[in-house]
Nanobody
Framework: QVQLSESGGGLVQAGGSLRLSCAAS????????MGWYRQAPGKQRELVAV???????DYADFVKGRFTISRDNAKNTVILQMNSLKIDDTAVYYC?????????WGQGTQVTVSS
């Protein structure tokens, strides 16, 4: 079992920044992927960014150049640095951990971007 602990969500003005953290604990397999997804009201859950335990990254087109994902393998923690936030970034952000056929989700953290 893997538990995911998310933090860093909150309220920020458009153009501002937030830093989300997700720490995984439990039975951690290597290699693995960790990432962030988001779901806005009335919309599908969508990929924001993912990073492998080897450091390879993948970003959704709508966040490229604004968000940066990184991880600390020693702490099994993934970080999402969000800059130049837009109102459309408002959503619940979910941390995801996957290794082989195992997939775990965090409970989500709210990000609200105001004008």
């Amino acid at each position: 079992q893997v538990q995911l602990s998310e933090s860093g969500g909150g309220l920020v003005q458009a153009g501002g920044s937030l830093r989300l953290s997700c720490a995984a604990s439990g039975s951690i397999y290597r290699p693995n992927d960790m990432g962030w997804y988001r779901q806005a009201p009335g919309k599908q859950r969508e990929l924001v960014a993912v990073i492998t335990s080897g450091g390879s990254t993948d970003y959704a087109d709508f966040v490229k150049g604004r968000f940066t994902i990184s991880r600390d393998n020693a702490k099994n923690t993934v970080i999402l640095q969000m800059n130049s936030l837009k109102i459309d970034d408002t959503a619940v952000y979910y941390c995801k951990y996957s290794a082989y056929s195992f997939v775990y989700w965090g409970q989500g953290t709210q990000v609200t971007v105001s004008s």
